[in-house]
């Protein structure tokens, strides 16, 4: 999609700093991290949000998910960490395209909001 902006940070469009990074997922961090360690995961196909995953490979959902672990021991978060993905406006999803935060390096709360 071409004003996507997840799509112009995967074509390299816009700079990035990236943590990992495989045919099918590219990985970085975020702009304004909500914790130590926060990480975006996305796949290089633009998908508008978990909703879409239809129209993805199971591969290619299933290579998000392991590039999440991987990432994770890379930062090493083996204390724990959460893995959030925001679906649509009611839940503050800010960018369209399918993507998994990952966070760690501190004790999470014990709520969710």
């Known amino acids: ?22 045919d099918k997922v590219y990985a970085f961090r975020d702009i304004n991290p ?6 975006l995961v996305v796949p290089k196909q633009h998908v508008p949000s978990i909703d ?9 959902l299933a290579a998000c998910l392991r590039a999440v ?7 090493n978060l083996a204390g724990g960490y959460r893995v959030i993905s925001n679906c649509g406006p009611d839940a ?10 990952i966070l760690g390096g501190r004790k999470m709360a014990d709520q969710m909001a």
């Open 34 to 39: 909500q914790a130590p360690t926060h990480v």
């Open 92 to 101: 503050c999803q800010s960018v369209p395209h399918l993507h998994f935060h």
């Open 52 to 60: 879409g995953i239809n129209e993805m490979t199971d591969s290619d």
């Open 1 to 22: 999609m071409d004003n996507c902006l997840f799509c112009k940070i995967v074509r390299g469009e816009i700079p990035s700093t990236k943590v990992y990074e495989n």
């Open 69 to 75: 672990r991987e990432i994770a021991a890379q930062e």
